[in-house]
């Protein structure tokens, strides 16, 4: 995998979460152990970040939030789940459209090998 500098020092942290923990517990536990992760690398990243979402101009409630936001320029959506899934796919770009990120990883704890549960896609 050839990536920009930035997702390859979040993968390394997932890395590192993976190899602690390994597949099986819940998204949240992961969330919170990357942010750990993050921090001690001294990585900027927001954790829950509002994700408004607009129809022909009219603000809906849909309370939408994007899993974690790595330097104001990288989305990250967290799964653990048995596999990705094209929805899984198709929902991090939408949430790219609807956020202006042009970078997302969609990593998917529930693999006992990380790698295999990776994507990245730029928009």
């Not at 517990?25 to 408004?52: D, K």
């Not at 936001?69 to 929805?87: A, F, N, R, T």
């Amino acid at each position: 995998m050839q990536f920009d500098a930035l997702s390859n020092l979040v993968i390394g942290c997932a890395l590192e979460v993976h190899r602690q923990l390994g597949p099986g517990l819940l998204e949240s536990a992961y969330e919170a152990a990357l942010a750990y992760e993050l921090e001690q690398q001294g990585i900027s990243h927001e954790r829950q970040v509002e994700l408004p979402v607009f129809y022909k101009g009219a603000h809906l409630d849909c309370n939408y939030r994007l899993d974690m936001v790595v330097d104001g320029q990288l989305l990250l959506e967290l799964k653990s789940v048995d596999g990705i899934d094209p929805i899984h796919e198709a929902q991090l770009l939408t949430y790219l459209r609807l956020s202006g990120l042009r970078t997302g990883l969609l990593i998917n704890f529930n693999e006992t090998l990380l790698r295999n549960g990776i994507k990245r896609r730029v928009m």
